[in-house]
C-alpha cells in the first residue's frame, strides 16, 4: 500500500466469486499502476469457495462481513465506504472486469463542473456458456441525451463507477438493507441534493454474469423492495424510468399488475395467482433447457432474468429486510 494518504479509493465487493475475482482485480491493477496516492479494499461476503484466497496474493485489505449482518451488495459498498480513505471511490464488483483506459478517463472529468457526484459509463452485459467463452447479451446504458454545462449525465447508476466520497456521504451512502437495485436508490437520493452523475460513451467494464447459477436470478428477484420503497417516497414512476426497464419485462410486469388489478375488482386472485404460477413454471421449463443446451448464446437466460424479475417485484412488496443493526460488523483479515 502507497505510504502518503490516499486520494482515490477502490473497493471491490464480492460472494464466491473465485471464477471471476483474479479478473476482476488483474484489470483494476493493470489501471491504477501508474495512479499515485490509491489503495483497493476487498469488502467480501462471507464466501464459502476460494475468493479470498486468490484475492489474498494481490496488494490489497481485505474485510470480511460478520456473520450477524444478512450480506447484500449495499452493505459491502457502505462498509468500503467507511474504510476507505481516499476523496474518491470507485466501486467495482466482483464479477466484473474494468475497461483499460475507463478510469483516467473518469477522474478527468469528475470535477468539472461541481456539482457531479460521479461518473459512470456503458457495460456489457454477457454469460460464460459451457465452453467458457463470454457470450455478450446486450450492452447496458444509462443515457438519454440529457446534458449538463454540455457534459453528457446519466439517468441511473449501476454498482459500478467513480464517486465522490463527500457527495456520497451527503446523500447517506448506500442502503444496507436492500437486496437489489440499491445502486439506483443512491442515485435518485444523489439527483434529489441537486448533484449529477456523468456519462460517458466508452464501455466501463464487462459484467461476467452467470445466469446458470439460480442463486444470481434468485437475488436480483428481490428489487421488489426498492419499488416499494420508491412507492414510499413518491418517487415510483421516475424509478422504473430510472432502471430503464427492457420492453419485454416492462410488457410482462404490466400484465401483472393488470391481473392482480382485475383480481382486485373481482374478489377472486385466480387470476393472479395463475400469472405468479406461470412465472414459476417458465422459470422451471427455462433453467431445465439452460441445463440441456451447451451451446447457449443467451437467449434463455435473458428469460429466466424477466421472469425471476417480474417475480420478485411481487414477491418485494411482502419481503422486507429487518434491520438488525445500526453498526455493522467486520473483519479485516489484511
Not at 441511473?156 to 436492500?178: H, N, Q, S
Not at 424509478?239 to 382486485?264: D, E, N
Request: contains cysteine.
Amino acid at each position: 500500500m502507497p505510504e502518503n494518504k490516499p486520494q482515490l479509493s477502490v473497493i471491490v465487493i464480492s460472494k464466491n466469486e473465485e471464477k471471476h475475482i483474479g479478473l476482476c482485480l488483474d484489470s483494476v491493477f493493470a489501471e491504477i499502476k501508474a495512479m499515485p496516492a490509491t489503495e483497493v479494499i476487498l469488502v467480501d461476503s462471507r464466501s464459502t469457495d476460494r475468493t479470498i484466497d486468490i484475492a489474498s496474493k494481490y496488494d490489497i485489505k481485505i474485510a470480511v462481513i460478520d456473520k450477524k449482518h444478512k450480506t447484500t451488495p449495499g452493505l459491502g459498498r457502505l462498509i468500503g465506504t467507511q474504510l476507505a480513505e481516499g476523496k474518491l471511490i470507485f466501486f467495482i464488483d466482483g464479477d466484473k472486469v474494468l475497461t483499460p483506459g475507463w478510469l483516467k478517463e473518469a477522474l478527468s472529468i469528475i470535477n468539472k463542473p461541481e456539482n457531479i457526484a460521479g461518473v459512470t459509463g456503458n457495460i456489457e452485459e454477457g454469460v460464460w456458456d459451457r465452453e467458457g467463452n463470454f457470450r455478450l447479451l446486450h450492452v447496458a446504458s444509462y443515457f438519454k441525451n440529457k446534458y449538463q454545462y454540455g457534459i453528457p449525465v446519466a439517468i441511473t447508476i449501476d454498482g459500478t463507477g467513480l464517486l465522490k466520497k463527500a457527495a456520497l456521504e451527503t446523500a447517506g451512502g448506500y442502503d444496507p438493507f436492500m437486496p437489489s437495485c440499491e445502486d439506483t436508490d443512491l442515485f435518485l437520493r444523489i439527483e434529489k441534493n441537486k448533484s449529477v452523475i456523468a456519462w460517458t460513451p466508452e464501455i466501463m467494464c464487462r459484467h461476467l454474469v452467470d445466469y446458470y447459477n439460480m442463486q444470481e436470478v434468485i437475488k436480483r428477484t428481490l428489487s421488489g423492495y426498492y419499488l416499494r420503497k420508491a412507492l414510499k417516497n413518491k418517487i415510483f414512476w421516475k424509478s422504473l424510468s430510472s432502471k430503464a426497464l427492457p420492453f419485454s419485462y416492462g410488457i410482462w410486469l404490466l400484465l401483472g399488475i393488470f391481473c392482480f388489478l382485475l383480481s382486485f375488482l373481482n374478489k377472486s386472485y385466480f387470476i393472479f395467482f395463475l400469472w405468479l404460477i406461470m412465472n414459476f413454471i417458465g422459470l422451471v421449463i427455462v433453467f431445465v433447457r439452460i441445463k440441456l443446451n451447451k451451446k447457449n448464446k443467451g437467449f434463455f437466460p435473458s428469460i429466466a432474468h424477466i421472469l425471476g424479475s417480474s417475480l420478485g417485484v411481487v414477491c418485494g412488496f411482502f419481503i422486507t429486510p429487518k434491520p438488525v443493526d445500526s453498526k455493522f460488523n467486520y473483519k479485516i483479515i489484511k
